[in-house]
Each structure stands twice: as structure tokens, then as C-alpha cells.
Nanobody, 128 residues
Framework: QVQLVESGGGLVQAGESLRLSCAAS????????MGWYRQAPGNQRELVAS???????NYADSVKGRFTISLGDAMNTMYLQMNTLTPEDTAVYYC??????????????????????WGKGTLVTVSS
């Protein structure tokens, strides 16, 4: 069984930083891509950033230059460093993973429907 558990969310002021973590357990050695997604109230879930096993990353335009995705050892852990947060970043952030391959040269990361495994999410609230 695969389990993904997010942590690190919280309440911060605009301009501050947060670091999210995702701890993966189970058959993580079969993961080929992982990602962070977010869902704000009334909005659809959207890709924030993704990373392949080899470390190739994709970012949503809204977070480029502010957020950085990274992997720990053997895809057991994934991180999202979020800097210069704005109220528009307020959302529940989800960790997700897929076994199927994802090209290092893809122009975008996996969509919501491309991911097979999901965590329960961690809430990030940014006050103005």
C-alpha cells in the first residue's frame, strides 16, 4: 500500500516562507513522478510543481521563481519550499505520485488525473 502524508502547512503573513514535506511509504521505488497540487475554496485542484525521478521539475507559472520542489532519498520524501507567499497561495496543498513514466522533457507536469496516489492535504493560509 502507498501512503503519502503531508506536513508543514500553517498560517503565515504575506511575504513569508513555508516548507512543506511529503513522507511516502509503501512501494515508493516504483514512483516515477511526484508533485504538489493545491485547491483553494471554490476552485479546481491544480498543479503547483512536479518532479520526476531524475529530478526534472515543472512549475505553474504563478509560482515560478518563488517555489522550489525537491526530493529526498529514493523518493521517500518530497519538499516544497515556498517563498514570498501571497494571499493567492492560500489553499489545501496535496502531495501526489504516479508509477507511470513522465518525460523529463515534458512541457508541463502531470495533471490531476495523471496521478494515482494522493495524500490528505495540508492547509496553507497566507494573510495580507
Amino acid at each position: 500500500q502507498v501512503q503519502l502524508v503531508e506536513s508543514g502547512g500553517g498560517l503565515v503573513q504575506a511575504g513569508e516562507s513555508l516548507r512543506l514535506s511529503c513522507a511516502a511509504s509503501g512501494t515508493v521505488f516504483r514512483f516515477n513522478a511526484m508533485g504538489w497540487y493545491r485547491q483553494a475554496p471554490g476552485n479546481q485542484r491544480e498543479l503547483v510543481a512536479s518532479i520526476t525521478r531524475s529530478g526534472s521539475a515543472n512549475y505553474a507559472d504563478s509560482v515560478k521563481g518563488r517555489f522550489t520542489i525537491s526530493l529526498g532519498d529514493a523518493m521517500n520524501t518530497m519538499y516544497l519550499q515556498m517563498n514570498t507567499l501571497t494571499p493567492e497561495d492560500t489553499a489545501v496543498y496535496y502531495c501526489a505520485a504516479r508509477w507511470g513514466p513522465w518525460s523529463d522533457y515534458a512541457l508541463s507536469g502531470p495533471g490531476v488525473d495523471d496521478m494515482a496516489y494522493w495524500g490528505k492535504g495540508t492547509l496553507v493560509t497566507v494573510s495580507s
